[in-house]
């Protein structure tokens, strides 16, 4: 394993307006990138994950695995706006020589595929082989296929949609009015708005899971017990656990972030910006996914040129994109290698 920052020296404009100076890229990367440049598995994060594949998506990055770092070079960008190395709401805003907070401009996808786009050239990257990533890595996968349509083979998207819904939005909402409600997310100062991030975080578990899963792992043996549930507790476990490795102005800004997702925008449309998309699609939906249900994914698959919609079951609802690594490897597998 590899890994790296470049700084970027040239103003960085915005899709909405304004301008970053001095922006900053973190990368990991896995196995070795050959001569021609284009042995090259790009792995798009989703929302509070990091450049480092192997950390969050165990089982996917090895000799042998999917993500074969035998056969190919596999990079991972820490996304523009998140927290772990690339700039973001608590990078110092060269103008003030303070943290930005509450103050980081709006971002969109293309504006994350644009940063993307400097790192592949810093590295010597030529082709993509195949781009892969599920939730909002599966949007900036989306985008990076349409922008740059010549570059990449294979997309592989996973519990994903091609514009985030009202539903989603919703989600995002009550989400960053969890962390409204913590008056110290106002103060602009470090650890600013923890309980409210804690509380968001108990709300998007909701989305990412399902009943089935939560009845099933937070069952009770005790019939009269009357507080303490397990449920309860793991929602708290959930959310103290994330306090402590992610900060409440970048999970506001990522929640935005993800709310800008439609692929139409400009484009006249998502049909006619999906035509833009000249790789080969592999559209993956779980069958128990509440956040991005199945129909988004069949949607993709329908309207770009050559694309393939396959079905899983999980337990696990939107997270089994995370956690059925034997399932994925089973399907992408023979779409990466064909």
Sequence with gaps: ??????????????????VLSGVEMAWHSFGTLNRAGDNVIWVCHAL????????????????GLLLDTDKYFIICVNILGSCYGSTGPMSVNPKTGKPWY??????????????HELVRKHLGIKKIQMIIGGSIGGQQALEYAIMYPDLIERLAFLASSVRYAPWGIAFSQAMRLAIEADPTFEQDIRGGGSKGLRAARSVALLS???????????????????TEFRASSYQNYQGDKLVRRFDAYT???????????????????AEKALQKVKAR???????????????????????????KYVEIDSLYGHDGFLVETEKLTK???PFLEA
């Design 281 to 307: 699609v592999l559209s993956l939906g779980i069958s128990s996914d509440l956040l991005f249900p199945v129909y988004e994914q069949k949607y993709l698959a329908e309207h770009v040129k050559n694309g």
């Design 208 to 226: 990412y899971r399902n009943d089935a899963i939560y009845n099933k792992s937070q069952r009770e043996d005790d019939e009269n017990k009357l």
């Design 48 to 63: 509070t994950a990091n450049s480092d594949v192997s950390e969050w998506w165990p089982g996917m990055v090895g000799p």
């Design 251 to 269: 999970y506001y800004l990522l929640t935005l972030l993800s709310d800008t997702h439609n692929v139409g925008r400009g484009r006249g449309g």
């Design 1 to 18: 394993m590899a890994a790296g920052k470049i700084k970027i020296t040239e103003p960085f404009p915005l899709e909405a307006g304004g």
């Design 102 to 115: 509450r103050s980081f401009p709006l971002i969109t996808f293309r504006d994350v595929v644009r940063g």
């Design 331 to 333: 399907i992408i597998k």
